[in-house]
């Protein structure tokens, strides 16, 4: 092959890359961030109730307290307890009640977070991640709690 036409090949093919992991990144709005490291994490949640958003409609609220420990519950729904920890870049909470972890990339974002989950599909908004002065309010057994 002439030299000429090796040098133009080897150009469409990086700017056929750069093309792929520019659209990657507009696709994945968490990859252009920085996750958070768990002690990051930690300090910035601990003894703090969070809701959980997507386009600014709230899903789930949290408590988080000493010790990396969780009260986590869907909007009318039961509490349920569990802990959080760090697996590389990635937050994981692990429920009482549940043996699969929930791992989650993190990073600040504006007066709160961003999260995504880590099998969100290419192109899943972010959720956001708010601090509230709201009560977690639990249905079922531990009403109130």
Partial sequence: M???LTG???QATLASATLALASLALASPALA???MTVEEFESAVTGKTMDYMVRGTQYGREVYL????????????ECRSGSYYGDGPHICFLYDDDPQPKCWLIWAEGDGLGASYITDDPGTEPRQVLETDQPLACEGPDVGV
């Fill in 2 to 4: 002439r030299p000429a």
């Fill in 8 to 10: 133009l090949l080897a």
């Fill in 33 to 35: 961030q920085t996750p």
């Fill in 66 to 77: 000493p010790d990396r420990r969780v009260r986590w519950a869907f909007t009318a729904q």
